[in-house]
């Protein structure tokens, strides 16, 4: 598959952060309609619509988002979850429904509740899990942090060393949850959520939502705004019960990476800027291994020395990411990257860049996708 046969032409923002006053539904309208106008679109252009529901309100669905934009989808209205890695995997999907002929113009929305929502969201059911601690997300990856740590001597300095450059970075954005300078004495002070992870090792809970469009790239040369094209992509799938893994540490991201930096044609040390997966520190340092950025156990002296920070070889979460900016579900890493490839991102612009990465992880870092994208 050729590069540059689809691009995403528009990304639709709704206020983040503690939403009270919003509802899913009104979220999810407010982030497709800004995601449309950004496109140069008009609603009724839209002929493709894929939701990722949200899990504390699961009212909203791609049916009802076609009714209440007005619209009728002629071309693919589905529903899509892979948890935290949808987003990547819906717009895949987007580009291979529009190479097929079935649509023009794919919306793909999210909406995250989690900081207000009367539901607690992302905590395990009863089942073997528990026996083990696993009553959420983070005891889960804390098993792969601390089986990384016992094995390759990763160390929670290196840990605090994504963590700040993620806040330095948030600090420079004006949206940003977290906008408060991190030092390495904040970090180590944080309370311990699931050894060896911290509080500043776990990602936020927040509020908002995210839209993108994307056509195809005879369509995107007419759009309004400098189109972001998707050179490559790749989705890996493990196991989702940690107790059925061979080993905890390897992920899906060495499959994801690996296929979508052959369909690109390009190798790491041709990105400019990365859009990683951060739902902890760990999952950044396990991904940039595993996407061949650096071998295996290498990961924690890798991100030593700045080199994620905009001054830095690879610039990574340059929003602030899950970290500091907001947690949805990984949407932070498409519309950034985008951002960063128009050149619009103002302080924390990365000079020059070209080629993007996104990754998107969901589970217990069980599910895995990878863009590839250019401007």
């Not at 598959?1 to 509802?23: E, F, R």
């Not at 997300?137 to 804390?142: N, R, T």
């Not at 904040?186 to 699931?194: C, P, V």
């Not at 195809?216 to 019960?241: C, E, L, T, W």
Request: contains cysteine; glycine residues 12%.
């Amino acid at each position: 598959m050729s590069s540059k046969k689809c691009a995403i032409i528009g990304v639709g923002y709704t206020p983040q952060g503690k939403l009270p006053d919003w509802s899913v539904r009104e979220l999810f309208l407010e982030a497709s309609k800004n995601a449309i106008d950004d496109a140069g679109l008009k609603t009724h252009d839209i002929d493709g619509i894929l939701v990722e529901l949200c899990w504390t309100d699961p009212s909203t669905q791609c049916w009802t988002l076609q009714q209440d934009l007005g619209i009728k989808v002629t071309g693919l209205c589905a529903n899509y979850d892979s948890m935290g890695a949808s987003g990547g995997c819906k717009v895949q999907l987007a580009q291979m429904a529009i190479q097929a002929g079935l649509c023009n113009n794919v919306l793909i929305a999210f909406v995250e509740k989690s900081a207000t929502a009367p539901a607690v969201p992302y905590r395990m059911g009863p089942g073997p899990g528990m026996a083990h601690g696993l009553f959420g997300a983070m005891p889960g990856i804390a098993l792969a942090a601390q089986r990384h740590k016992i094995l390759y001597g990763t160390k929670s300095e290196q840990l605090a060393e994504v963590a700040m450059t993620f806040r330095k970075h948030a600090c420079l954005n004006p949206i940003a949850t977290m906008r408060k300078p991190m030092t390495l004495e904040d970090h180590q002070n944080s309370r311990m959520i699931a050894d060896p992870l911290r509080l500043f090792d776990c990602c936020l809970v927040s509020d908002g939502g995210r839209a993108v469009v994307v056509t195809s790239a005879q369509r995107a040369r007419s759009a309004p705004k400098r189109p972001v094209y998707i050179m490559g992509f790749g989705q890996g799938h493990v196991n989702i019960d940690l107790l059925m893994r061979h080993d905890l540490i390897s992920t899906g991201a060495e499959k994801s990476g690996k296929t979508a930096f052959q369909m690109a044609g390009i190798e790491p040390k041709d990105v400019d800027v990365l859009g990683l997966y951060d739902a902890t520190s760990h999952n950044v340092i396990t991904q940039l291994e595993e996407l061949g950025f650096c071998k295996r156990g290498e990961g924690g002296a890798f991100v030593e020395g700045g080199r994620l920070s905009l001054e830095g070889e690879f610039p990574t979460n340059t929003s602030g990411g899950m970290l500091s900016e907001v947690y949805l579900q990984g949407w932070t890493g498409i519309p950034e990257v985008v951002s960063q490839l128009r050149g619009e991102c103002g302080e924390r612009q990365v000079k020059d860049a070209e080629i993007g990465l996104v990754t998107n992880q969901g589970g217990f870092i069980s599910y895995h996708s990878t863009l590839i994208l250019r401007r």
